[in-house]
């Protein structure tokens, strides 16, 4: 059973930086599509960035292009969502989530992923 516990969420202005974290524990296949999604209120949740855990092949939202790198560090445990320029937009609760890699990238549809953390609050303000 793969568990997902994210950190790193918090309030900062318009223009301002944020860095998340997901721990991952329980992996039994060797490679994982891990990703960041996000969900505002009374708004589906959508999509951010995805990683695979082998090749480090990346998939971003067009939203968010140019402004958020997704990475994992070497032992393939901890996802990272490094922010910038985020925007009032961004405003919304931030999960990480984990299914088993197949082939290709990894997409960002929400239905796909089977694995979830509980979230973590970012919020910016203008």
């Known amino acids: 059973q793969v568990q997902l516990v994210e950190s790193g969420g918090g309030s900062v202005q318009a223009g301002g930086s944020l860095r998340l974290s997901c721990a991952a524990s329980?992996?039994?296949?060797?490679?994982?599509?891990v990703g960041w999604f996000r969900q505002a209120p009374g708004q589906e949740r959508e999509g951010v960035a995805a990683?695979?855990?082998?090749?480090?092949?990346?998939t971003y939202a067009d939203s968010v292009k140019g402004r958020f790198t997704i990475s994992r560090d070497n032992a393939k445990t901890t996802l990272f969502l490094e922010m910038n320029s985020l925007k009032p937009e961004d405003t919304a609760m931030y999960y990480c989530?984990?299914?088993?890699?197949?082939?290709?990238?990894?997409?960002?549809?929400?239905?796909?992923?089977?694995?979830w953390g509980q979230g973590t609050q970012v919020t910016v303000s203008s």
């Open positions: 990683i695979t855990t082998g090749g480090g092949t990346t």
């Open positions: 329980g992996y039994t296949y060797n490679v994982y599509c």
């Open positions: 989530a984990a299914r088993r890699w197949y082939a290709g990238g990894c997409s960002l549809d929400r239905r796909a992923y089977n694995y």
